[in-house]
C-alpha cells in the first residue's frame, strides 16, 4: 500500500524521550506510516530494536539538523513528510488526525495547533518558524539550508514556506486539533542552554 505519511525524527542525545516518543508513535502506526529515525553521531544509543516493519533506523557521523532533516527527507517514501523533535511528545490522535487529513485536502502543507508544555500555552494557527508544527507534500516543499547556523534553518525554511504560499506556490490548509506538545524548556536542550548561560 501507498505510503501517505513518513515522520522524521532526527535524533541526538535524548534517549529516553526518545523511546518514549517512539513507543506512542509506533502504537498509532498503520501500513501507510513510516518513521525515518536518524541517529546523528551518538553511537552508544541504540535504537535496533525499532528498526522493522515500518520504522527504520539510519546511524551517521554528526552532521546537523539541518543536512539530518534533508537526508530524512530523501529517504522517506510518504507523500507527505512530518518533522518531530526527538524530546518532543504526541497527542495519541496524532497519526490519525493527519491521515484523515490528507484523505480529505490537498494542499501542499497541513498545518496544526500544538502546545508549549513548558509554560503551558495551546497556540492555534501558529507562527513560529518550527517545521514540526505542519506536514508537508514531498513532492513540493523545500529543503533546509544546510550552510546556516543553528536554528537559523528553520527560519529560512519557514520564509520559503511563507513566500511560496504569498506568490501561490504552496496552498495551506489549517486542522484546529492540538496533536503536538512542544517541550521548550528541556534541561540540558540548546535553548535551555542559552537561558541559562553563566
Known sequence: MKVKLSIIIPYFETYELTKRLLDCLISQLTNEVEIVLINDGCFEDDFSMYDKDNVRVYTQENQGVAKTRNFGIEASQGEYVAFIDCDDIITSEYVNVLLNAIDKYDSDILNFNWIDIYYNVIYRNPKNYAPWKAIYKRETMPRFREDREYGEEDIDFQKEIEEGITKGKYSI???????????SN???????????KG
Do not use: F, M, P, Q
Open 186 to 196: 528541556r534541561e540540558g536542550s540548546l535553548i535551555w542552554k542559552k537561558e541559562h
Open 173 to 183: 490548509t489549517h486542522l484546529d486539533r492540538v496533536i503536538y506538545l512542544y517541550n
